[in-house]
């Protein structure tokens, strides 16, 4: 008789019932929500901050080169020594002090600005300071060799190569990230949910086998149908949690920006603002509308089937491995021999996808590891939006499956006699014996 429904509805209700389940479900996405919030509203509180810098420019060079802005205000000093700057500085309470010295040539003026502060200055702020000064001492220079400003400005061409496949399909830049970003996020969410509910069954598996209550049941379930329905309820209790979260978690984010005050949604990092003081507001909104259209042009159909087929089939692969683990040990302190080789792999396929796929999506590298059943859900996902030729998604597909059928049977082997094994270490030999059995 099979009994495999049976054992799933168990799994799954056992799972879901249970008090620490149900008490991080509700309460994980509380904190993960109370933790943005904060980190949003002090970054809020940051960004409000109006900064007040000194210069004393006693070169002569940009006196007039500093306007103020929404958050950043210049006070200008003038027929002062260098202390008496930071003296004044201190009092008045400058975020710090910018002191351009003045030498006979702009050369060696420019290698002698200093800016003094209490505590280390803000990166962004540096960065904007210098690209002021650079234009303005480049200016000058430009000007004194008697070279037109508005000759050199008219004359700048911009270029953006226009990218294009043999077939006629055209991509761009933004088009290159936005299918990196969905390729990481799929291969990072695999990488999680193998790691939390991957350790949740082989801790089902131990609380079982250390409570005795497995012997009861293997007596009339087979070993396999037992942990094929411990993996799919387990799988099913961690898809619902999922989803709890993500819908909790959004309606929890909605309520707080409303609450506070702060968008959760949309924050302004350093790197953002680097980005927008290099171009102008044109240009930011030619950005959004570029990365609007690359999520446009991706194939939206191809990416979501293989993502839910490579998410079934890489969990369900390394689930089968963390159940036979379970099986094998007494305690989870005893896990830990047997869980290096398993999450080598994960974390392998992880570094490869960030480090090689993003360089060369279609190299040898890649490639490979896409075609391994270990690496392939995570490499392969983040592979598939660059464009992935259809038979190779069938043959990775078809080797991860493969792959899981024989880890099945080969975990099925440990775990027949792993839960009847009780008071002793297992050792890799004395796995290898259980296999033949």
Known sequence: ?????????????????????????????????????????????????????????????????????????????????????????????????????????????????????????????????????????TNIKLQEQGIDLNLINASKIRIDIAQESFEGEKTSKIDSFAKLG????????LFMFIIIYGNMIMRSVIEEKTS??????ISSVKPVQLMLGKIIGTSLAGITQFIIWMIFGGLLMTIVSLVIGVNLFDSTTPQQELMQLASDGSGVDFYFESFKTALQNLPLMNLIMAFILF?????????SLYAAIGAAVDNETDTQQFLLPIIMPLILAVYIGIFTVIEDPHGTVSTVFSFIPLTSPVVMLMRIPFGVPLWQQLVSLLLLIGSFMFTVWFAAKIYRVGILMYGKKPSYKELIKWIKY
């Open 212 to 217: 005795r209550i497995i012997e009861i049941i």
């Open 311 to 319: 998410f079934i089939g890489g969990y369900l692969l390394y689930s």
């Open 182 to 189: 969905f390729g990481i996020a799929a291969g990072y969410l």
């Open 1 to 137: 008789m099979n009994h495999l429904p049976l054992i799933i509805k168990r799994e799954y209700l056992t799972k879901v019932k249970n008090k620490s389940f149900i008490v991080m479900t509700i309460l994980s996405p509380i904190i993960m929500i109370v933790l943005i919030a904060v980190v949003a509203y002090l970054a809020q509180l940051n960004n409000d901050k109006v900064r007040t810098i000194s210069v004393l420019d006693e070169s002569g060079f940009v006196k007039n080169v500093f306007k103020n802005s929404e958050k950043t205000t210049y006070h200008i000093l003038e027929n002062m020594s260098l202390e008496e700057a930071k003296i004044i500085s201190k009092e008045t309470a400058s975020y710090g002090l910018l002191h351009i010295d003045k030498f006979d040539t702009m050369e060696t003026v420019a290698n002698h600005i200093k800016f003094y502060s209490e505590e280390s200055p803000s990166l962004t702020l540096i960065s904007n300071l210098e690209s002021q000064l650079e234009k303005t001492f």
